[in-house]
């Protein structure tokens, strides 16, 4: 398997425009988590979906993040309008179940100008 | 609630030098999973171990070893004579009830190597 696929690798983008990430979690897995991490917060976890099912979405800072799941192969982090804080690394890991380990895609650097 | 603490920011050391992480955990709950991540300077989280709370037999693969004591609530990682591609942050995480299995991350040390 080739791992956590997520794309794209680098996002620059001019601040009140949406943005797509995307990713493609490793086949078989059950559970899928959407990271952020910046210098000053460190790694927070903004959703966790089981079974393409959102289970906890406390993580997503505001209304203007959404994140969805259509199918077992596919998930979107979006963010609409963008703003320069949003700017930081976005993570998607995949594992089999919430207790098991994850691994994780190498990541979506966003930056908003 | 569950807290992890790794108090050390960064730590140098030469390069063939023996190196030990702290990670300090806090929880309530008595059936929880400790965890280990690397994150290299090229960026990626790269999962190292995982422990369940009722196994406190030490690990080792290779250079890597682990140390969980629960009477100290502590997951130590050792690096054995280390090597100047060691260098990176790690990150120990800890999950159980108390957090929905959600991973709760340490702030991470970040290792340097130097030749």
């Known amino acids: 398997d080739a791992g956590v696929i997520q794309s794209p690798r680098h996002e620059v983008t001019e601040m009140g425009q949406e943005v797509t990430l995307r990713c493609k979690p490793i086949s078989g897995h059950n559970s899928l988590f959407w990271y952020r991490q910046t210098m000053m917060r460190g790694l927070e976890l903004l959703i966790y979906f089981n079974n393409n099912v959102p289970i906890d979405d406390s993580g997503m800072p505001e209304d203007r993040f959404s994140a969805k799941m259509p199918n077992a192969s596919f998930s979107t982090l979006k963010i609409q309008p963008s703003e320069p804080r949003d700017s930081a690394v976005y993570f998607c890991a995949s594992s089999f179940g919430p207790i098991e380990e994850a691994f994780f895609g190498q990541g979506t650097r966003l930056t908003v100008v | ?115």
Do not use: H, M
Request: glycine content about 4%; overall charge negative.
């Open chain 2, 1 to 115: 609630a569950q807290k992890v603490t790794q108090a050390q920011t960064e730590i140098s050391v030469v390069e063939k030098e023996d190196v030990t992480l702290d990670c300090v955990y806090e929880t309530r709950d008595t059936t929880y999973y400790l965890f280990w991540y690397k994150q290299p300077p090229s960026g990626e989280l790269v999962f190292l171990i995982r422990r369940n709370s009722f196994d406190e037999q030490n690990e080792i693969s290779g250079r890597y070893s682990w140390n969980f004591q629960k009477s100290t609530s502590s997951f130590n990682f050792t690096i054995t004579a280390s090597q100047v591609v060691d260098s990176a942050v790690y990150f120990c995480a800890l999950s159980g009830v108390d957090s929905n299995y959600q991973l709760i991350w340490g702030a991470g040390t970040k290792l340097i190597i130097k030749p």
